[in-house]
């Protein structure tokens, strides 16, 4: 029995309260508040549950075993842990005193069925014209960043869009934890690590991606950028790197920018203001915003290209996609659409969108030249 199995043997003992939900395709998310408060988000609705974990003990060892699979360990100069299940979830845990109720716990279910473009299609992620536009800036090898909230679907996004990639590029994916489940040939895995209980022996994504770039890769993909990484990642993007994609945490598209020159700050780099704007309007081709809604769907909402800073020095967008309310009058209802915005697309001459003009079909007003 290898090693892998042994771990999920143990899971499914020390986790067994909670078992079900772990087994349960529909439950996307598994919340601990406590041993005896354990919440579930199911079909996006999130529940509280009769599960309990028999005492604060039996909650502690399962978190010990669960961390063992990754190499960690609980400890007071480690309060906050990541680490992931044997099948690819993700384990987030906050120990007390930072967490006031006790030992904290979130595990995020990763999606054994893995979404493919049409799929995103039937449960309205996108529109068709949307996905062919998306296929044809990966093809093209346009840099990607997908924006988002927590739990809107950032990773999944990611997921459908990598799948575009041809198979004999040599794609790189950095990730904090890994969670990314790309279907690629040539595919690289890094992932990083945090300091053992004496300070020592710690891998920030900034070292890995610095690393990356030795490795030759045709494309670098990175699960979420949240630090000083983000400078590297916008030079790596500005010198040759093309066909980079990302996550981040924001609520627009123009958050998103925003948010990323904070992050590039964050670095031990000084750079002028205005010089760094002109670098990440030049780095970033594309953002995708993805939104969760009340009603626990997700879905893209907005899909902008970056234009070159205006005279004033701000960021400009040109929305591609938006999400509109349309008075439908067969059923007289209000429905809402991902819908192109008329705009055409400024990579419309480029000579990788050109080369790729047999791939147009809804997308040919888009990427048109004609007036």
Request: proline share 4%; charged share 25%; glycine share 6%.
């Amino acid at each position: 029995m290898g090693k892998t199995s042994i771990f999920e043997a143990t899971v499914e003992h020390f986790l067994a309260p909670i078992l079900p939900f772990l087994q349960d395709a529909e439950v996307s998310e598994i919340m601990i508040n406590s041993s005896d408060e354990i919440y579930i988000e199911r079909a996006g609705k999130v529940v509280k549950t009769d599960a309990r974990f028999e005492d604060d003990d039996a909650l502690l060892s399962a978190v010990n075993n669960v961390l063992q699979y990754t190499g960690k360990r609980l400890s007071p100069e480690h309060p906050l842990i990541d680490s992931r299940l044997p099948d690819g979830s993700r384990v987030h845990v906050i120990l007390p005193p930072l967490c006031r109720s006790g030992m904290c716990v979130t595990i995020r279910k990763f999606a054994k069925v893995m979404f493919e473009a049409e799929h995103l299609v039937e449960l309205g992620t996108w529109t068709r014209q949307a996905m062919e536009y998306m296929r044809i800036c990966v093809l093209a090898e346009k840099n990607i960043l997908v924006a988002g909230g927590t739990s809107s679907g950032k990773t999944c996004l990611l997921n459908v869009l990598s799948s575009v990639v041809p198979h004999h590029q040599r794609v790189v994916v950095i990730e904090d934890s890994a969670e990314l489940k790309l279907q690629q040939d040539h595919l690289i895995s890094l992932e990083a690590r945090a300091a053992d209980r004496w300070g020592r022996g710690e891998v920030t994504i900034r070292e890995l991606f610095r690393s990356s770039l030795r490795l030759r890769p045709d494309r670098i993909i990175i699960g979420e950028v949240r630090g000083g990484e983000a400078l590297d990642v916008i030079q790596a993007m500005t010198s040759g790197h093309a066909g980079s994609m990302s996550t981040l945490h924001a609520n627009m598209a123009m958050d998103a920018l925003n948010r990323m020159e904070t992050l590039a700050m964050m670095s031990e780099i000084e750079l002028p203001l205005q010089a760094l704007r002109a670098q990440i309007a030049s780095a970033i081709d594309v953002v995708v915003q993805m939104t969760r809604f009340s009603d626990g769907r997700r879905g893209i909402t907005q899909i902008s290209e970056i234009l070159p800073l205006g005279d004033d020095g701000h960021y400009r967008l040109q929305d591609v996609f938006t999400y509109v309310l349309k008075d439908d009058q067969d059923e007289g209802e209000r429905r809402e659409v991902l819908e192109w915005t008329g705009n055409k697309s400024r990579f419309t001459q480029e000579p990788r969108v050109q080369i790729l003009r047999d791939e147009f079909d809804l997308t040919k007003p888009i990427f048109s030249a004609d007036k």
